[in-house]
DNA sequence: GATGAATGAGACTTCATTCAT
DNA sequence: CATGAATGAAGTCTCATTCAT
């Protein structure tokens, strides 16, 4: 039974990792189940024995992607100290993994994003989701008075759009600038934005109208 | 034969009217050319005598409702001296227009995005035109020395990405606290992004000389 | 008004002209009214004014080249008296015509017989027509004892068909020898197929079987 | 495998049976894929799964017959030996073959010719390979001095002409005289056409050293 | 008489889903 | 468990015809 439930684990995988691809290239209503079945090198029946239905595979896969995106997020807040070092941290490693997986972020930002009113309700609480950890950071950043205080909901979700938007147009034009350049500025940036300094590194430029030091 | 001008002029509005209605309801795939019909008052052939097809009608949409934005965008800015000011007022009309307008700020970042190659292109062309009136702005700051030198396209984009998910959560969701607050809360955070005071409350009032720290 | 009975009668061969130059272009299905009109120089509704529809169209240009062609074939059998001689001065009359109007050819033997019922049902009356006009002179060769009793009508219908195929392929492939050899060809082997020689030209070859001269 | 595989070419047959109907019925543009699915006793989804598209259907139709046909004339030239038999036999067959399945004769001859380019190529490649089947006989005869020297392409298109036009008017009209008799006749006209004398009653026997000139 | 905007029936095609084998 | 033939709803688009201007 096991060696059958890891089979059937290994098999949804696969068809996941098909309907990113397919959906990625097609779009949601263009991706069809042939092709995703196809390219997961399996049946038609095949998919629909391990998933209820076509919106079910997009829905899966915005949960699972999340999932792992959610566990890389908050090994990276664990890892630091400081609550603004922390938010960096969560804004780093969410713009690399997505930055990483070109398809998956493409999917998730523009193809589910348009697919209809379940997919964008989900990826819009996936978002709140992540805003959110980011926001708690803020808060605890207020509170311990390394920022002044402000409305840390809204930044939390500023500078997720900000995030989305960099990042897609680097997921979405051909290949441009290493995305280090631009990860540097973008901290820079939000950082700014909430009125603290660049935790570590180049701090060179002060943050005019900013007080104190987050140090990491 | 100028009444009969006329008159196409109106029916072209009235199925773009429609159609913009019909795919913020049902999104771009969902949105039946038999509808858009109906609810401009008119028939199928109707709508296709006077678009060639239904992609057609959404890009003609887009381009549309970016031009009539971008002329308040373009007198928001000439009513200001100070570039960023100016950047500023760009910000606070493009909030509200998209505020206001609710319908059509949906099909833009939602479901144009997310309907096909065509239409992302499009959608991601139209924001790089107002990207670049913010950067020009910021340039021009940069240049005055009101800022310091910084990476002024990422900036944009930024503040591009930053507005269009504060707006769009503003759009979605049935209907929050009154924009100003967002709006104030949105300025604050973004000129601190690019470590630019914030100009006096009121907007029309140039920056110069502003001399408030929001220090501690 | 006898000037608008011309203007009307222009305006109508107009349209019969475009009408056969769209419909050996595309077929009759695919022949849109629009383009008619458009190559006609006039409107849809112009169309609608001088044709009671698509339909009437074709049919009338039908008839109206049948028309002209009877005439010709007349005219080449009244300048012979001999009733083989007629015959077969209608066939090179036939096929001439045929081949110096390749796209009414075309219409006839090949658009309008696929078209539907009532065009092929014209088709086939006009083909009668002509294959009685040889029939007669076919049954006269037969009364002068210039030919064998044969079954009149089944040879003038297989001649009709013989000169169908033939010309139909010197107008469907791009450009091949000229056409009076095949002429010639064609000539010899239906003449010989009612027990006729060559009547003038190249008697050269005799045809077994036949038994009188039907010379000019 | 091999029950559903049987099935599918079942299937196959009778959505072509149906499409021969039909289109013999309403002529191609009017044969309704729907129509087709219906006397074929499946659904259109069905009719579309074992064909690309209605073009398809028509064009394995026009193949699968031809296909069919070429066997039955090959079968029918093999059995004889003399040349000009072989070239009669051939005529017979396609003849009787023609006038048994009336409907395909239609749609081959009719439908298919108007149907559009595509088609009309087709059918023209087809009847050009039965009439170099002929003409290769008539080479043949000609090499073997049974009948004097000749355009034999044009006589082989002829006889083709003159076949289709009669079978044809055997086919569309309601039913007029036994076949035979116009095959008799039809065969004397033709043979005669390249100088041949009518082999003997039967052409099962061959001609081999007919003697019997009808000459002077 | 002419124009061309408007209508609406109807055609082809796609594809998510089901289910017998 | 897998396969793939079959279904049928739904969608886009075309075009002959009408009629107010």
């Known amino acids: 039974m096991t060696v059958q439930q890891a089979r059937a684990r290994t098999r949804q995988q696969r068809i996941l990792r098909a309907a990113a691809s397919v959906i990625a290239r097609r779009g949601y209503r263009d991706a069809a189940v042939d092709e995703i079945a196809r390219e997961a090198a399996t049946s038609k029946g095949g998919v629909y024995f391990h998933f209820p239905g076509k919106e079910a ?5 915005l949960d699972h992607t999340a999932a792992l995106l959610r566990g890389k997020v908050e090994a990276a807040i664990a890892a630091e100290r400081e609550p603004v070092a922390r938010a960096d941290a969560a804004l780093t490693v969410l713009l690399q993994t997505m930055a990483r997986h070109g398809t998956l972020a493409r999917v998730f930002a523009v193809e589910a994003v348009g697919a ?3 997919f964008h309700a989900r990826v ?8 959110a950890m980011i926001q708690e950071q803020l808060d605890l950043a207020v ?3 390394a920022i002044e ?3 840390t909901a809204l930044a939390a979700r500023a500078w997720m759009g900000a ?3 960099v990042v897609l147009r680097w997921v979405t034009v051909p290949q441009r600038a290493p995305l280090e350049a631009t990860h540097a500025s973008l901290r820079l940036l939000l950082l700014r934005s909430i009125g603290a300094e660049l935790p570590g590194a180049a701090p060179a430029i002060p943050v005019r109208g900013a007080r104190r030091s987050s140090g990491t």
């Open 57 to 61: 595979i997009l829905l899966a896969l």
């Open 116 to 118: 209809g009113r379940p």
């Open 124 to 131: 819009t609480a996936i978002q709140d989701e992540f805003a």
């Open 143 to 145: 509170e311990d008075g």
């Open 149 to 151: 205080p402000l409305d």
């Open 163 to 165: 995030l989305y938007s």
